[in-house]
């Protein structure tokens, strides 16, 4: 079967809702969303020390790609892309009024938590935090009302690069249950 007809399948397949949450869980990282012909595709790309925890993004959506995780020489990093999809692009409307904002309407669920963390989370003394530079303040009280509902507390903070999510000390144990499930073991290196 050609490229093009495979696509064309993937197209007209619904996105599952576990396919979402690992979108968006990358959408609250370092996932991004580009024009893809008419309709907007998922772009992931990390170094690549981090090739294994791209190759696990890439398991978790090789549904929705016609080409593998590639290593991109003048970035030494490795990456992939998913098909231009109808649902990405709805997607794309609600991340992107007109820069990336956390929809209104998102429920952050565990493995979100721990792909977000994965992509811009650090260790920090006795618990971790996240980057968080590129949300707007709206963004910021939506995270932090939604990793609350998780039974996290937390603070944002400035390091002079920009915010970042504290987990407070006392909801660490929390997050790490939360989360232990999905962070791989070439990403530990981000816990305590």
Known sequence: ?????????????????????????????????????????LRIEHALKDREYVSWKFEKLKRLCISDVQYVSNHDSTRFGTVGHPEITVLRQKWYRPVKQVPEDLVLTPIMLAIWFMDDGTKHRDTVDISVHSFSEQSLHLLQK?????GIKTTVNSDGKGKRLYILKKSYPSFKRLTKPYIL????????
């Open 1 to 41: 079967m050609s490229q093009t007809r495979f696509g064309n399948q993937i197209k007209q397949a619904t996105l599952t809702p576990f396919e979402k949450e690992v979108i968006d869980g990358c959408l609250l990282g370092d996932g991004t969303l580009t024009k893809s012909g008419k309709e907007y595709r």
């Open 146 to 150: 939604q990793v609350s509902l998780l």
């Open 185 to 192: 073991k070439c990403m530990e290196r981000k816990l305590p």
